[in-house]
């Protein structure tokens, strides 16, 4: 767990040895103990230097040792003891130091960092604070403001920023641990008092508490009702008004509160399920680790809308060469302008050059018959998607894979129109393609393990968090959003308004709620699919009740809204109104108002007070109730994966966990009752019926989510 040895005859180095990321688990806390205390007695040993195996300082605390009781010596007094040693003793940072791991390297008296190594204190990600005195010694050795940055951010910085804040003593660009070495030779006569951070005074702004207020309210607008930054403010002000020893109790009381709170097992969860998330797994038994991505070198994207053009930069600038096809000339000099520009300012903003040389744009889909893989991004129309599909069948060398960006409909009636229905497989970005990180790869019947592997790498490659999921109208994402949208509506029938709703999403900690969320993605799409399938337009039977379509409860509202042309921002007029159109300020529209009030006074609605607690549980338990029949249907493998899909796609709060997490914190007998009360009010809207899995779950004793899967007997499993 730490390797001990003797180097230049007097420098004792003790290495990390927990891969993958030296996490600092009781064992190594334990070994750290034991050499730090060989090398203080050992007179043959001058300096000390701490290093990471594998090129990895260290990532910090195990989070998974977190679920259980605290086993091996304690990291607080640990750290002090090191800082309190007479011989000095040195970081070498390679890879990272994070967390627990950076505040290793702040109890060393002097710190070298390699140019490519990142720290920072990200525990405020994982719901809790730095509770091995990093709120105490950081803000005492590069000031309140940065300090404070940090700790409530999580943000992870260079090498070369750390130098400029005075947290590392120099930056190297050969090996840290031997550039270290000689920095401990060089140290051994120097006196250390002024090298113990925590002795430090810290530097304190004159305005002291103007600045705290001022960071909470930005803290609380960001991040609305999430405990652990306002806690890391807190710690950080007991830095600067009491000493080191007041002030690391004052850590610890803080991380007590949050250590045990929902919020910071959500978040950990998180941590885990989107790792999870990447180590797919077939009932046939390919998976992750067993299955071979192809190399993607060149790519094409054919319809440069409002996806293909995100989808052209995700690709370009991971150095993938591109070509973009449009229907007509006017598009695709449009489509080619836009894409320039997204790609000149995403490379402004990360310091590098815009990869245009490698972009090709064409109308003929003839240029792409030597391409690796194509994703298709044209309209939502299955008969237009197939003749695409035909096309490239015989366009296309036999070994291009053919991906579709579909939002829902079947990936395997398009395989079944070409000539290699093993290498057809949905990739499914969100909007904004180059901005969103989720990526739902949707593994038909017949996509080989292959395929699904080279969909899923080069999802990774473009730094997307890619999930795979089986091929059902609407995949995950967004066939859980039904349910989700109709309650809103039924709930806006009975006598909510829009603002009243979204209001309770957000402060639940929705990015966005769902009517601001519809008018920014625009009314007409859904208004389109509906008429589609036969829901509203001239193909309804006139003798269908009104608010009744296909034998259950159907809310007209949604329709009549866009029969006005309210689509949302775009047209400057939705659920909400704004300045003008493309306007991104809601403001609450009297008309909705008088719309609403009409349309419950012609139904005879007597309209009631609903409560926010009413509009959350019917809203997100209905949304969860559909997660437990994807995973019954085998359209998702594991709860993990569809938490991972909604905290990334769909603004689902973090601190929340995800659906599936947030339904097992609420506890399975509540959700269930819950469902089953609002399902008794509304017989007629299927989706408040509790699913099966959740009703076995429940007899099952609501094993943790973790366990679910070992209940779930999929016959017939889509992935
Ligand atoms: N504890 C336990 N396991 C950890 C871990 C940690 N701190 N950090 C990473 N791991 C595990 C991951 O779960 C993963 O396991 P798996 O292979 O079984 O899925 C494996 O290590 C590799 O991790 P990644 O896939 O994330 O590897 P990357 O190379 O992409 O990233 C990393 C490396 C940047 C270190 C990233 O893992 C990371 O951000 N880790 C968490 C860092 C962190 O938050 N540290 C703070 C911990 S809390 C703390 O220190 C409290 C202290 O104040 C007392
Ligand atoms: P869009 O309408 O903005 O763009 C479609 C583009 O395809 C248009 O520019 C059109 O000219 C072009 N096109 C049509 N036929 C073509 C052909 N035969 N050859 C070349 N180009 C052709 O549509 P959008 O929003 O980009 O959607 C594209 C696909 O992505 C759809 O399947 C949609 O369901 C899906 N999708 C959309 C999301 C969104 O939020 N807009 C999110 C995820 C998926």
Redesign the pocket.
């Known amino acids: 767990m730490a390797r001990y040895e003797l180097v230049k005859r007097s420098v004792a180095l003790i290495t990390l040895t927990n891969p993958p990321v030296n996490a600092l688990s009781s064992a190594v806390r334990h070994a750290i103990a034991k050499s730090m205390e060989h090398a203080l007695n050992d007179p043959k040993v001058s300096a000390v230097v701490i290093c990471g195996e594998n090129g990895r300082f260290c990532g910090g605390a195990d989070i998974r040792e977190f679920a259980g009781p605290l086993r091996g010596p304690p990291l607080v007094p640990l750290l002090d003891a090191i800082e309190a040693g007479e011989k000095p003793v040195v970081a070498a940072i390679e890879g990272v130091a994070l967390g627990g791991g950076f505040e290793l390297a702040l109890v060393c008296h002097y710190r070298i960092a390699h140019f490519k190594a990142r720290l920072g204190l990200p525990e405020v990600t994982l719901g809790i604070l730095p509770a091995a005195g990093g709120t105490q010694r950081l803000p005492r050795l590069i000031g309140i403001p940065a300090a404070l940055e940090l700790i409530t951010t999580g943000r992870h910085i260079s090498a070369q920023e750390a130098l400029k804040l005075g947290i590392v003593d120099q930056v190297t660009e050969q090996n840290a641990c031997e550039v270290a070495v000689e920095f401990a030779l060089r140290a051994v006569a120097k006196p250390l008092s002024s090298r113990r951070v925590s002795m430090l005074t810290t530097p304190c702004p004159p305005d002291l508490d103007a600045l705290l207020e001022a960071v909470t309210m930005q803290v609380k607008k960001k991040a609305r009702g999430v405990m652990a930054p306002l806690a890391c403010i807190q710690a950080v002000r007991a830095a600067a008004t009491m000493p080191y020893s007041k002030g690391i109790k004052r850590e610890s009381e803080l991380m007590a509160t949050l250590f045990n709170s929902g919020q910071a097992r959500a978040l950990q969860y998180c941590f885990f399920a989107q790792r999870t998330a990447g180590k797919w797994t077939l009932p046939s038994g390919a998976q992750w680790n067993n299955s071979k991505p192809r190399e993607i070198r060149s790519a094409a994207i ?8 995100g989808i052209v930069v995700s690709l370009a600038r991971v150095g993938i060469s591109v070509i973009a ?4 000339k006017k ?1 695709l000099e449009t ?1 080619k302008q836009m894409v320039i520009g997204m790609l000149e300012r995403d490379a402004k903003r990360r310091g590098v050059s815009a990869s245009l040389n490698l972009l090709k744009f064409t ?1 003929s ?1 003839q240029d792409l018959k030597d391409v690796d893989l194509v994703i ?6 299955m008969a ?2 197939k ?2 599909f035909q096309e490239l069948s015989k366009v296309c060398r036999p070994a291009t894979l053919l991906c ?6 079947d990936v395997d009636a398009l395989a079944g129109v070409t000539d290699r229905p093993h290498l057809v497989v949905g990739m ?4 904004p ?1 180059h901005v969103m990180k989720l990526l739902e790869v949707v593994c038909g019947p017949r996509s080989s393990s292959e395929t699904i592997a080279t969909a899923m790498s080069l999802g990774k490659r473009m730094g997307k968090v890619s999930v795979a999921v089986g091929n059902c109208p609407g995949f995950v994402g967004n066939r859980m959003l039904k349910p989700y949208l109709d309650q809103a509506t039924f709930l806006l029938e009975e006598g909510a308004t829009p603002e009243q709703i979204d209001k309770a999403l957000e402060d639940f900690g929705f990015a966005m709620g769902v009517f601001r969320m519809s008018d920014l ?2 009314l007409d ?1 859904g208004w389109r699919v509906r008429k589609e399938s036969g829901l509203t337009g001239p193909d309804v039977d006139p003798k269908n009740p009104p608010r009744r379509r296909q034998g259950r409860r159907y809310c007209p509202i949604p329709d009549m809204v866009c029969e006005q042309g309210r689509f949302g921002q775009k047209t400057g007029r939705g659920w909400y109104m704004y300045d003008k159109p493309g306007g991104t300020n809601a403001k609450p529209d009297p008309l909705i108002q008088n719309l609403l009030e009409m349309y419950r006074s012609r139904y005879g609605i007597q309209p009631r007070n609903i409560s926010d607690q009413e509009i959350i549980e019917r809203c997100l338990f209905a949304l969860a109730n559909e997660g437990f029949r994807i995973l019954e249907d085998g359209i998702a493998a594991r709860p993990e994966d569809i938490d991972v899909i909604y905290l990334f796609g769909y603004g689902f709060p973090r601190h929340g966990g995800g659906p599936m997490f947030y339904s097992s914190m609420v506890g399975l007998e509540r959700v269930l009752e819950r469902l089953e009360h609002y399902h008794q009010a509304h017989p007629d809207v299927p989706h408040l019926e509790p699913s099966p899995l959740l009703k076995k779950l429940v007899a099952c004793g609501s094993p943790p989510v973790q366990k679910w899967r070992e209940h779930i007997k999929t016959m017939h499993s889509h992935l």
């Open positions: 054919i319809g440069l809308g409002t996806m293909g053009r096809v449009e229907s007509e598009l489509g109308l889909l298709e991004a044209v309209f939502e129309d237009l998607k003749r695409v579709t960006n579909t939002s829902g409909l499914h970005f969100f909007s393609a993605a625009g799409v």
